[in-house]
Nanobody, 123 residues
Framework: QVQLVESGGGLVQAGGSLRLSCAAS????????MGWYRQAPGKQRELVAAFTSGGSTNYADSVKGRFTISSDNAKNTVYLQMNSLKPEDTAVYYC?????????????????WGQGTQVTVSS
């Protein structure tokens, strides 16, 4: 069973930093896409940062210059370094990935979401 497990959320003061991690585990053949989304109270889920199909990165305008997405391919892990946090960054953050898993008989393509991790930034 392929799973995404998130960690690193918490409570910080404005101006502080957090580093989120998302680790994919299981029988993974490939990870074709990976990114971070967030959903704040009363708002729709939005893209925060992602790797594009071409291998570059894409960020929401609201986080450019403050957040950095990175990965450790050997560990099937993606990170989100969040600096200069603002109260408006408060949200549940979700990892998202397009993964091809394998078994003894076939391959399976799937889109997975992490369980979500709460980030709260106080004034």
């Amino acid at each position: 069973q392929v799973q995404l497990v998130e960690s690193g959320g918490g409570l910080v003061q404005a101006g502080g930093s957090l580093r989120l991690s998302c680790a994919a585990s299981g029988n993974i053949f490939s990870i074709n896409a990976m990114g971070w989304y967030r959903q704040a109270p009363g708002k729709q889920r939005e893209l925060v940062a992602a790797f594009t199909s071409g291998g570059s990165t894409n960020y929401a305008d609201s986080v450019k210059g403050r957040f950095t997405i990175s990965s450790d391919n050997a560990k099937n892990t993606v990170y989100l370094q969040m600096n200069s946090l603002k109260p408006e960054d408060t949200a549940v953050y979700y990892c998202n990935a397009a993964i091809v898993s394998f078994s003894a008989t076939n391959y399976r393509a799937m889109e997975l979401w992490g369980q979500g991790t709460q980030v709260t930034v106080s004034s």
